[in-house]
């Protein structure tokens, strides 16, 4: 691990995966590890050999323990209050990500770590992961996104469980909860798996993918009649793409689309 850069970076084919390689800290989010992802999410946006983005973390134990807790110890309030600024500044990027994303989540995720996963568009949990939102026990509420995504993805009732009661989600009931998207077999490596479960991602059209987050994101803060005028504005950018004009082309001759994201 290095502390400058806490995230190691690999690609297999087109799928960028992003490890926090802070095991020994249960994957916890430090500055350098909010700053880390930032970046990586910046560049990311405009790389074209990236198709698709996976998150988790290094180890089994942990996808993401949340806070650095023993880095917050030493802050004064107010150094609380710019951390959770960062984490508004440096995971919005990760959110706002034309490439889709998947947290393929290894282990516990926890308090920031949770909310972490929720702004991924998908998850992919290993058996044993388990999910919390612990902060109300810890005398605070979550600080990146918790109160307003979780209601988003789960309802209502279920956040305020989750938020108030701060008890651990199992996978399987993360999955009958629709949090996650996939339970990974046991045995099976949950990034392996991921990769596995993206394959359509990543062969895919990136204009059409892009388009289509877009369409679904903006959908939240509208009305259905805004929302519809907003997903023409969006169809509008596959319309005039290459990608639209092969897969015609492949329907045709009988063959699978070769997408060049143009
Ligand atoms: N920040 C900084 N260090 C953390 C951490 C965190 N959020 N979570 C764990 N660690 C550190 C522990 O202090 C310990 O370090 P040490 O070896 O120097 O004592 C090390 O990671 C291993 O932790 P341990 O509890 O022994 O590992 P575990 O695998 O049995 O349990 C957790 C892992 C994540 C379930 C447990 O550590 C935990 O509950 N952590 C706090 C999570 C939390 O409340 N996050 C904040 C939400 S707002």
């Known amino acids: 691990m290095s502390e400058d850069f806490p995230v190691r970076v690999d690609q297999r084919g087109a799928v960028a995966i992003w490890t926090i390689d802070r095991e020994e800290r249960r994957n916890s989010l430090s500055r350098g590890t909010l700053l880390a992802l930032g970046k990586l999410s910046r560049e990311a946006a405009s790389n074209d050999s990236i198709r698709a983005i996976v998150v988790t973390g290094a180890g ?3 996808f993401c323990a949340g806070a650095d807790l023993k880095e917050r110890q030493g802050m004064s309030e107010n150094d609380v209050r710019r951390q959770i600024e960062l984490y508004r500044s440096e995971l919005r990027p990760l959110e706002a990500s034309p490439k889709p994303v998947v947290a393929a989540i290894n282990g516990v995720a926890l308090g920031g770590g949770f909310e972490l996963a929720i702004l991924c568009d998908l998850r992919v949990a290993a058996p044993h992961a388990e999910l919390a939102l612990p902060e109300t026990g810890l005398g605070i509420i979550p600080g990146a996104g918790g109160t307003q995504r979780l209601p988003r993805i789960v309802g209502e009732a279920r956040a305020k469980e989750m938020i108030l009661t701060g008890r651990r989600l ?16 046991a045995g099976v490596d949950v990034v392996d798996d991921t990769i596995a479960f993206l394959e359509p991602i990543a062969s895919g059209a990136p204009i059409a993918q892009a388009a289509a987050l877009e369409a679904i994101d903006r959908s939240f803060d509208v009305s ?3 929302g519809l005028e907003l997903e023409k504005v969006s169809y ?3 319309l005039v793409s290459e990608d639209r004009r ?7 001759e009988k063959r699978k689309p ?5």
């Open 60 to 62: 089994t134990k942990a």
């Open 258 to 262: 070769r997408f060049t994201g143009r």
């Open 236 to 238: 509008d950018k596959t």
């Open 246 to 252: 092969e897969a015609l082309a492949a329907f045709a």
């Open 224 to 226: 259905l009649a805004h």
């Open 170 to 185: 199992n996978a399987a009931e993360a999955l009958a909860w629709g949090l996650v998207n996939r339970v990974s077999p």
